[in-house]
C-alpha cells in the first residue's frame, strides 16, 4: 500500500511549480491556497459555533431595548471592549399593538475575560435628564476598532467608521470620538448597516467594506488608505464558491471582515445572508397549532400586525455565513450557514435573525480547564418585545474549517512549501478510532528517507498543538521531530486522515 502511494506521488507536480514561502506562518485549513490534491474521502469541512451564556440583556437603562443590532468586540490588552447599538423598540400587543420606538445609541460595555461584562458610566452623554450613562455616540452606525498601526499617534490610538455616507473618527481612549475632517471619506455606496475598517499590518494599509448595491444585489465594495482620510476607487468584494461552482448571489448584510489575529494574513467575514420570504413561508414560522386562532399564543410573534407597519421586519430572516480572503477583494465564501439561527422560539427566526458582532476574541474556556477558545457574539430577539440578549458563542481556535476525512480515510496533498523552524505543530481532532499520520515529501512528491508514512505514528486525540514525531527508522525507541534540515528547502506535506479533523499547522522554532 506505502509503496502504490509513492509511484503515485510524482503526478502531483513538477518542480517547476513555485514553492509558497510559508515561514514559520499559520497555516490553516479555510482555502485550497496550500492543497493540490485531495484523494479518497478528503475534503474541506465548514465547523460552526456553539451557543453558551447570555452575557447581558438590553434592559439595565431607559435607553436601551430590544433594537439591538451592530456591534463590534475587540481584545485591547488585558481589557475586552464592546460597543453596541440600542434603541427602544418596544411592540406591545394587548388590546392595541403598538411600536415604542427610542433614538438609536452607541453604548460602551467593558470585559476582563470576554465572559462577565459591565457597563461603565462613561458620563458623555445624557439621555433624558440621565447624566450617569455608558453611551458615548448618537447614531445608527458606529464601528470602533484599535489601530494597531505602529505610525498611530497617541489622539487617534482608536478609529472609527460612522454614518452614511462615511465618516473617519478617531479617539485616544477607545470612548470619546472627534472627526479626523468635516466631511465624509467615502461616498460611493449604499452603506446600510454596519460598515468597517481596520489596519492590515500585511500590507500597510487601512481597510475599509461596506453595504452597497450591483445589479439590484446587496453586496459589499472595500478600498484601502494610507491616511484613513483618502481611500482608493471602490472595488466590489469577488466571491468564489468552495465547490468550484459561481457564487450565489445571496443578498449580503454586514461584512463582519477582519484579519485573522493568528495570521495576519488571513481575512476572515461573516456576512449576513438576506432572505426575503414570500408571506407564508413568513407566517409558518409564528404559528402554534396546539392553541385556538383567535387565541394570542397562536400567533406569538404578530407576524400578520407586523407585516403591515414593517413587512420586512415580520418577512425577512438572516443568518452569518463565513468566507476568508488573502487579497482583500478575493473572497472564498461558503454557501451554507456559519450559524443558524436556531430553534424557533421568539423572535429567533427574524430580521435580524442570529446576527454577529463585529470581532472574534480569544477566551478560557468555562467547561474544560486550561483550555482556550474563540468567542463571538450575537443578538437575539430584535424588534420583539422590550429586550434584546447578546449571547456568546464559542468555536475551536483555527477552528472554522478543517481539512477531515471520514473513517474510510483521505489523504491531502500540499504545493510545494519553504519553512521556517524546526519543528512542526498540528491542530487537530480525531475519535478514538481515527487517526492522522504526516509524510514529508520533497519538492517531486518523492518521499524523504526517515520522514516516510510507515514511519508516522498514528496520531490521535484532540489538541490545540501537538508536536509531529516520526520513528526511528533503525528501529530504536526514540523519536524525531527536528526538521530543522529542511528548513528552507522546497517539500511538500501529505497528511493521511481517518476520522479526523485538520484545522491548522505551522512550524516553529523550539
Known sequence: ????????????????????????????????????????????????????????????FPWEGSSTAYGTVFQDGDIYRMYYRTSTFDMSFNLYPRILSGPSVY??????????WTKPNLGLIEFDGIKETNIFWRGPQFAPFKDTNPDAPPEAQYKAMADSPMFAYKSPDGVTWE??????????????????????????????????????????????????????EPQRVVFHSPDGEPAPNFHLYKQGILPYYRNFQILIGFPDVYIDQEWPEAMALDVNPGYAMNDPAYNPEHREWLKMRMHRNAAAI?????????????????????????????????????????????????????????????????????????????IRIDGFVSAYAPYRG?????????????????????????????????????????????????????????????????????????????????????????????????????
Open 318 to 394: 438572516r443568518n452569518p455565513l463565513f468566507m476568508s480572503s488573502r487579497d482583500g477583494v478575493n473572497f472564498y465564501r461558503w454557501n451554507e450557514a456559519f450559524l443558524r439561527p436556531g430553534p424557533e422560539q421568539r423572535a429567533g427566526w427574524g430580521y435580524y435573525g442570529s446576527g454577529a458582532f463585529w470581532g472574534v476574541v480569544e477566551t478560557q474556556s468555562q467547561s474544560v480547564p486550561d483550555y482556550r477558545e474563540l468567542s463571538i457574539y450575537t443578538v437575539e430577539s430584535y424588534g420583539f418585545g422590550s429586550l434584546a440578549n447578546i449571547r456568546r458563542h464559542t
Open 107 to 116: 453604548a460602551y460595555a467593558e470585559s476582563t475575560d470576554g465572559i462577565n
Open 1 to 60: 500500500m506505502v509503496l502504490f502511494a509513492i509511484l503515485l506521488l510524482p503526478v502531483i507536480g513538477s518542480a517547476s511549480d513555485a514553492p509558497i514561502r510559508i515561514g514559520s506562518s499559520l497555516q490553516l485549513f479555510v482555502d485550497e491556497y496550500i492543497i493540490e490534491e485531495f484523494r479518497g474521502g478528503a475534503h474541506l469541512r465548514l465547523h460552526h459555533p456553539v451557543a453558551q451564556e447570555i452575557v447581558f440583556t438590553t434592559s439595565d
Open 179 to 232: 472627526k479626523m475632517q468635516e466631511g465624509p471619506v467615502i461616498t460611493e455606496g449604499e452603506f446600510g448597516s454596519l460598515n468597517i475598517a481596520f489596519w492590515d499590518s500585511v500590507n500597510g494599509v487601512y481597510r475599509a467594506y461596506w453595504r452597497d448595491r450591483h445589479l439590484m444585489i446587496r453586496t459589499i465594495s472595500t478600498a484601502t488608505s494610507k491616511d484613513f482620510i483618502n481611500w482608493t
Open 410 to 510: 483521505g489523504e491531502i496533498i500540499t504545493k510545494p512549501l519553504i519553512f521556517e523552524g524546526n519543528y512542526m505543530v498540528i491542530n487537530f481532532a480525531t475519535s478514538a478510532q481515527g487517526s492522522i499520520q504526516v509524510e514529508i515529501l520533497d519538492e517531486r512528491g518523492q518521499p524523504i528517507p526517515g520522514l516516510e508514512l510507515v514511519y508516522s505514528p498514528l496520531i490521535r486525540g484532540d489538541n490545540l498543538e501537538r508536536i509531529v514525531t516520526w520513528r526511528d527508522p533503525e528501529g530504536g525507541k526514540e523519536r524525531t521531530s527536528d526538521l530543522s534540515h529542511l528548513a528552507g528547502k522546497p517539500i511538500r506535506l501529505r497528511f493521511v486522515l481517518k476520522d479526523a479533523d485538520l484545522y491548522s499547522f505551522r512550524f516553529v522554532i523550539r
